[in-house]
């Protein structure tokens, strides 16, 4: 059984920073490529960002320069520290990832999701 924990959001207001996190546990072989991922009301699930387990990142072009991505690989977390938030930065942030656990056997894992609200 593999478990994702994130951080708790919350409210920040425009040009604000926030960061987030999140720490997986459990049945863990290896953990590969970490990421965040966020929905705004009536849309789709969207990725953020993406981390593999050497640090290439990705990142969807809304938040590039604003949004870094980071991981510990000793344990097992990831943080997304996101700068100059904007509204429509608005979403239910989930933390991913893609989990060997065991030699071969990987599965993808979501975290319970976290609210972050950017007031204008």
């Known amino acids: 059984q593999v478990k994702l924990v994130e951080s708790v959001g919350g409210l920040v207001q425009a040009g604000g920073s926030l960061r987030l996190s999140c720490a997986a546990s459990g049945s863990i072989f290896r953990v590969n490529v970490l990421g965040w991922y966020r929905q705004a009301p009536g849309k789709q699930r969207d990725m953020v960002a993406l981390?593999?387990?050497?640090?290439?990142?990705s990142y969807a072009d809304s938040v590039k320069g604003r949004f870094t991505i980071s991981r510990d690989n000793a344990r097992n977390t990831v943080s997304l520290q996101m700068n100059s938030l904007k509204p429509e930065d608005t979403a239910i942030f989930y933390c991913?990832?893609?989990?060997?656990?065991?030699?071969?056997?990987?599965?993808?894992?979501w975290g319970q999701g976290t609210l972050v609200t950017v007031s204008s």
């Open positions: 991913n990832a893609l989990i060997e656990t065991t030699p071969g056997s990987s599965y993808t894992y």
């Open positions: 981390i593999t387990s050497i640090g290439t990142t």
